[in-house]
Nanobody
Framework: QVQPVESGGGLVQTGGSLSLSCTASGHTFSRYTMGWFRQGPGNEREFVAAIRWGDDRTYYADSVKGRFTISRDNAKSTVTLQMNSLNTEDTAVYYC???????????????????WGQGTQVTVSS
């Protein structure tokens, strides 16, 4: 199993950029599909982006397509979320998550991921 640990959150102005990192300790990081989720105040945890094990195929929520980029470095057991053109609606706690191989039925919902970090706060000010 792996234990994700996020870093890189903070405060940024509208239109700015921020990069989040997640290091997942444990064995065989390369066999895990890694995902980012977020949870804003009063909202459910929602899918943001994921990168598949093996072929590094990426998946994005419609709300972040073209603005966010997910990437991974298996040698460093790290996954990164580069966030550009941030707006106030991106304000949330961002969580890194992992699932061995593929999510069940390729369903990128929170319930399909097994290992979670503690989260990192991202605040976008207007």
């Amino acid at each position: 199993q792996v234990q994700p640990v996020e870093s890189g959150g903070g405060l940024v102005q509208t239109g700015g950029s921020l990069s989040l990192s997640c290091t997942a300790s444990g064995h065989t990081f390369s066999r895990y599909t890694m995902g980012w989720f977020r949870q804003g105040p009063g909202n459910e945890r929602e899918f943001v982006a994921a990168i598949r094990w093996g072929d590094d195929r990426t998946y994005y929520a419609d709300s972040v397509k073209g603005r966010f980029t997910i990437s991974r470095d298996n040698a460093k057991s790290t996954v990164t979320l580069q966030m550009n053109s941030l707006n106030t609606e991106d304000t949330a706690v961002y969580y890194c998550a992992a699932v061995l191989f593929d999510p069940y039925n390729n369903d990128f919902t929170a319930q399909s991921f097994d290992y979670w970090g503690q989260g990192t706060q991202v605040t976008v000010s207007s």
